[in-house]
T-cell receptor, first 112, second 113 residues
Framework: AQSVTQLGSHVSVSEGALVLLRCNYS??????LFWYVQYPNQGLQLLLK??????LVKGINGFEAEFKKSETSFHLTKPSAHMSDAAEYFC??????????FGAGTRLFVKA | EAQVTQNPRYLITVTGKKLTVTCSQN?????MSWYRQDPGLGLRQIYY???????DKGDVPEGYKVSRKEKRNFPLILESPSPNQTSLYFC????????????FGPGTRLTVL
């Protein structure tokens, strides 16, 4: 069974600074990989996903993630944080076709 | 507007009183799923459905039931709620699961006293 580890339950950055949110998955087989974002009092929405092909995936709001098979990682980055990026971010991996495993989430704080 | 709706959004109930949380999607998606979100644990899958009359357990199915009699609806039933089921619940849908983006409802905050 798959597992997903998000390092750091809370990350704090200054506005304009680099955002790096870490995600590692357990399978040695390249899976499908997702990042979702949850703004306060809302459901989750898709930021980006990796299915195949280019290992650098661009998403909404300036976010991107790079799939690194050798490191079993799919870290999320944004060059310059904005106050509106404050939210909780979840990495997710399908498990066995129809199940989905989510990481524990990382809450991003952006300081003015 | 394409959306997943859940009702109620907030519910406070007492131990043992049966309740149903409804979920409906208007995107003709085949796949629907229920998750619970707890602090520090992320989202954990309760049940999912690949199509009408086809459901299966996720990672935390104990104490929950589901049914999928129509494609658009996927209610979550707690027949005898207990305090450890106090949580934030999300319904989601997608075309077919797996590689497809899931669309989430706004959530239902349940408190069981």
């Amino acid at each position: 069974a798959q597992s997903v580890t998000q390092l750091g339950s809370h990350v704090s950055v200054s506005e304009g600074a680099l955002v790096l949110l870490r995600c590692n998955y357990s399978s040695s087989v390249p899976p499908y990989l997702f990042w979702y974002v949850q703004y306060p009092n809302q459901g989750l929405q898709l930021l980006l996903k990796y299915l195949s092909g280019s290992t650098l995936v661009k998403g909404i709001n300036g976010f991107e993630a790079e799939f690194k098979k050798s490191e079993t990682s799919f870290h999320l980055t944004k060059p310059s944080a904005h106050m509106s990026d404050a939210a909780e971010y979840f990495c997710a991996v399908p498990d066995g076709g129809f199940k989905t495993i989510f990481g524990a989430g990382t809450r991003l704080f952006v300081k003015a | 507007e394409a959306q997943v709706t859940q009702n109620p959004r907030y519910l406070i109930t007492v131990t043992g009183k049966k309740l149903t949380v409804t979920c409906s999607q208007n995107m003709n998606h085949e796949y629907m799923s229920w998750y619970r979100q707890d602090p520090g644990l992320g989202l954990r899958q309760i049940y999912y459905s690949m199509n009408v009359e086809v459901t299966d357990k996720g990672d935390v199915p104990e104490g929950y039931k589901v049914s999928r009699k129509e494609k658009r609806n996927f209610p979550l039933i707690l027949e005898s709620p207990s305090p450890n089921q106090t949580s934030l619940y999300f319904c989601a849908s997608s075309w077919s699961g797996g590689p497809d983006e899931q669309f989430f409802g706004p959530g239902t905050r349940l408190t069981v006293l």
